[in-house]
């Protein structure tokens, strides 16, 4: 590792300002907006093409300098190879808006120098917010660093191996007292819209009060990415119902504030896509049902049904979608501040998929 | 009355506050308004799942409608003005919530309590009613009117509501204003009414509260010992666009200054309100109105300007003058141009003036609130700077923003200064499209906030500032021809005149 990191970055910054030149035509303003520091973790060379891709997207809207850290364990130089370059697009107005891209790989030996080279590469006096894309974050000393540098340190864990572990690991990283606050996962912001749904169903006062003796929930979701049915999506959404309404999980098992168990069942509809939840199907008191359902053909909405005895309401169609990583990072930033609903979900869905695994 | 407490699966999302199951009566459903932005704002906040589960929406017009026909040409409305293109699903679902009842006849409003009593039992929408006359003003007073005798206006059983959605104009001047807000009382409670300015809803205008209120740099420059003036510039470079026969009546001082203009100098104007609650903002709105300089009759023509546009050259294209469009008199005094030094006789501004201008035919559509810093109390940097160096500029529309200018030194050896403007824009700022003004207006009435909406003693107090205005330009009993400037140049000379005589200009946007 003999790098010398400082000329190098130096001679980075030195690019960035001739890329700024060169971007300026004539009397038309370019206009270098920055908002943060974007910092994004690959650990694969084609994750990093589409990473860079969605960086340009979101800079029309969210301009300032984005640091994609590739790394490769098949590099075995002992230095980084560092690049930059400039997204540009027309902005409000007409005007030309700019984002930098400074991309750093680093093998194996050259991953100490990472740290104190992002340090340098920092925009002062704007937020850090990582994007984690290499595997499971809570086992990673990169990792590590960088949730202790970032204002927001977002992973997906849907695309870890294991529901169960990954929701177990990312649950521990949530807990360390330095991290726990700023840790967002898509994998729970994918499921936003559901959660609205599902909600939705218990506005009317009268089924509301039903909130208090559900007796099952069945959960139909896309297949995840290993064996068995329980998704991380699905595990979120039932986590999320039961640390709302004050249930435990013990053993896999559910059970309410007065102790009566909450049978949970997932299901795997192979036509729906990854991480896709399908339908939910909720069973309160005497007769109670309510159950939303995707619509079919593609779209993005889900249909909600409701009886209560012999009552049923009248059903209706509520858009769900199912947001790319670009537009959930956008929601991410559009409402940085701490979610409360996500650590208690997260703790109950780490037990709820770490029993379904046992069992 | 929200039923979020009653919901703890609500806590913690996006929308806290469900909306409580509600049916919207739109009065003119087939008018303009309804189609370019009331449907696709219904369609908008289905999209964004912002409205309550159980949901309805009754049109309602005084002559026969084909159920068909009206539905076809909501759609191609919402195709047409939506901000995004309505999918096939979400529409049924909202076109299945949709029905018409007419109101023609003396049993007409018996019937629509019929209608809206039988939605009540099929959709679960609880007797809770949000009425919208998206009507010409002229419809507003027997609607209302009509609706109280059919016992519409009073809440149902189990607390339900009734609110009264009314557009703008409220009145062509003080007097017919409190005429229609007695008819309105009379009828619904003044918590039940909601004025719509739509400029309220545009999120650049609830900026400035936050602007303001929201930052601890700029609120204690705010006031006449550091502002030399306020400038307020609401530009359109469209002309009267098929409604000549209604800006005859109006011209642009009720059309734009009584309203809008004058809700941006209140919000630009008026002291922090003690808390976020309607009221409270309202009050403090209030207040500035109140403060407001009356002008005396014999100094109208110094304090104010009016004209008419004349045939010119609007985005490369040749335009008629004023007195040439359709439904126009030829021997028209309707001003589409005005312009005014105003002052806020309190405190804070004691001394500012606060210019403001209007038009139609202008170079381009603008709307921006400029507030010019006092001159440096001594000038260091001798001729190099030109002393009124600071500008804080808000722009309300379009690209919206926000740009401070300040004095740079150029570099060199010598000692040469530069005006730099350092920029703010939303739309390179921030992801989220910003919904339509409508859209948050509607979602506010059915949610019950009222503070986006003008409340009866605003409305009032800005016609009693208005109509003086009215007084004075009457004196020569309408013979004096007004000025004319030609359409796409920034008004006339006299409208330069009023800030050189204090030896300021326009702000060139």
Redo the contacts between chains.
């Keep these: 590792m003999s790098v010398d990191s400082v000329s190098s970055v130096s001679a980075i910054e030195a690019e960035l300002d001739d890329l700024w030149r060169g971007e300026a035509h004539g009397d038309e303003a370019v206009?270098r907006?920055c908002?943060m520091n974007l910092i994004v973790v690959c650990a694969d060379r084609n994750r990093a093409a589409e990473t860079t891709t969605q960086i340009a997207t979101?800079s029309?809207?969210?301009?300032g300098r984005a640091i994609l850290v590739l790394l490769d364990d098949d590099d075995d130089r002992d230095s980084l190879t560092m690049y930059a370059s400039a997204h540009c697009r027309r902005?409000?107005?007409g005007?030309q808006?700019c984002n930098e891209q400074i991309t750093i790989e680093a093998g194996p030996k050259s991953r100490a120098l990472l740290s104190p080279t992002l340090l340098q590469f920092l925009v002062a006096d704007c937020p850090v917010f990582t994007w984690w894309q290499a595997g499971n974050a809570a086992e990673n000393p990169l990792a590590r660093e960088l949730t202790g540098l970032s204002e927001l340190f977002i992973l997906d864990s849907g695309r870890f191996d294991e529901p169960g572990r990954s929701l177990a690991t990312l649950d521990r990283l949530v807990d360390q007292a330095d991290c726990g606050d700023h840790v967002r996962d898509l994998a729970w912001k994918r499921q936003?819209?559901w959660?609205?749904?599902?909600?939705?169903?218990?506005?009317?006062?009268a089924h509301?009060?039903l909130?208090g003796e559900v007796t099952s929930i069945l959960l139909r979701t896309g297949p995840p990415a290993a064996e068995g049915c329980t998704s991380v999506a699905g595990a979120y959404l039932a986590g999320w119902?039961g640390s709302?309404?004050g249930w435990t999980v013990e053993n896999g098992t559910l059970r309410r504030p007065d102790g009566e168990a909450v049978a949970l069942r997932f299901e795997c509809n192979e036509n729906a896509g990854w991480e896709e939840i399908d339908a939910i199907r909720i069973e309160a008191g005497e007769g109670a049902v309510f159950g939303a359902r995707r619509?079919g053909?593609g779209?993005?909405?889900v249909r909600?049904r409701s009886r209560v005895g012999t009552a049923s309401?009248?059903p209706?169609?509520?858009?769900v979608g199912f947001p790319d990583d670009g537009r959930l990072l956008?929601r991410v930033?559009?409402r940085p501040g701490r979610?409360?609903?996500f650590a208690g979900a997260l703790e109950l869905a780490a037990g709820i998929a770490a029993g379904e695994n046992e069992a | 009355m929200t039923i979020d407490t009653a919901n703890p699966l609500r806590a913690g999302l996006r929308q806290e506050r469900a909306a409580e199951p509600c049916t919207v009566v739109i009065f003119g459903l087939t008018g303009d308004l309804a189609q370019r932005k009331l449907v696709p704002a219904l369609y908008n906040l289905h999209h964004d799942r912002l409205l309550p589960g159980a949901f309805a929406v009754v049109g309602t017009a005084r002559g026969e409608v084909d159920d068909a026909e009206l539905r076809a040409s909501l759609r191609a409305g919402a195709d047409k003005h939506s901000r995004r293109s309505p999918s096939d699903e979400l529409w049924q679902e909202l076109d299945r919530r949709l029905s018409y009842c007419g109101t023609a006849g003396p049993d007409g409003y018996a019937a629509l309590a019929r209608h809206l009593d039988k939605i009540d039992e099929t959709e679960g929408t609880g007797g809770n009613r949000l009425f919208y006359l998206a009507t010409p003003p002229s419809a507003f007073a027997p609607i209302v009117k009509s609706l109280g005798e059919a016992g519409l206006n009073r809440p149902g059983k189990n607390g339900s509501f009734a609110r009264l959605v009314v557009e703008k104009p409220v009145g062509i001047d003080l007097e017919s204003a409190q005429k229609l807000n007695s008819v309105l009382n009379s009828v619904f409670e003044e918590k039940d009414v909601y004025r719509i300015d739509h400029y309220l809803g545009k999120e650049t205008v609830q900026n400035l509260l936050v602007f303001r209120f929201g930052n601890a740099i700029f609120e204690p420059l705010w006031n006449q010992k550091y502002i030399d003036h306020v400038q307020i510039t609401v530009s359109e470079s469209i002309g009267v666009e098929g409604r000549g026969a209604y800006f005859e009546h109006a011209g642009i001082t009720r059309d734009i200054v009584q309203n809008h203009l004058l809700q941006l100098m209140c919000l630009i104007a008026m002291e922090p309100p003690a808390s976020l609650d309607a009221d409270a903002i309202r009050d403090e709105k209030v207040k500035v109105l109140q403060a407001l300089r009356g002008i005396p009759i014999d100094r109208i023509d110094e304090e104010t300007v009016r004209a008419q546009y004349a045939a010119g050259v609007v985005n490369g294209k040749p335009v008629p003058g004023y007195r040439e469009e359709e439904s126009v008199s030829p021997e028209s005094r309707t001003e589409t141009y005005m312009a005014m030094r105003a002052y806020v006789d309190n405190w804070r501004w004691a001394g500012v003036p606060f210019y403001l201008r209007a038009g139609k035919r202008l170079p381009k559509r603008v709307t921006e609130v400029a507030l010019q810093f006092s001159a440096v109390p001594h000038r260091l940097f001798g001729h190099g700077t030109r002393g009124l160096a600071n500008t804080l500029a808000l722009r309300i529309q379009p690209d919206e923003g926000i740009t401070l200018k300040f004095e740079s030194k150029v570099p060199g050896p010598n000692p040469r200064i530069r005006p730099v403007t350092m920029e703010f824009r939303y739309g390179t700022s921030f992801g989220e499209q910003p919904p339509e003004a409508y859209e948050r207006l509607l979602l506010d009435a059915v949610l019950g906030d009222s503070t986006l909406f003008i409340r009866r003693d605003e409305v009032e107090e800005s016609w009693a500032y208005i109509d003086q205005l009215y007084r004075g330009w009457g004196q020569d009993g309408g013979v004096t021809a007004l000025p004319e400037y030609t359409a796409g140049t920034w008004g006339p000379a006299e409208g330069e005149v009023l800030l050189a005589r204090d030896s300021r200009i326009w702000r060139r946007l």
């Design positions: 206009l907006s908002v979101l029309g809207s969210y301009p902005g409000a107005g005007a808006v936003e819209g959660r609205e749904a599902v909600a939705a169903m218990f506005d009317n006062a509301a009060a909130l119902l709302r309404l619509l053909g779209g993005d909405g909600l309401s009248p209706s169609i509520q858009r956008t930033f559009e979610d409360p609903l």
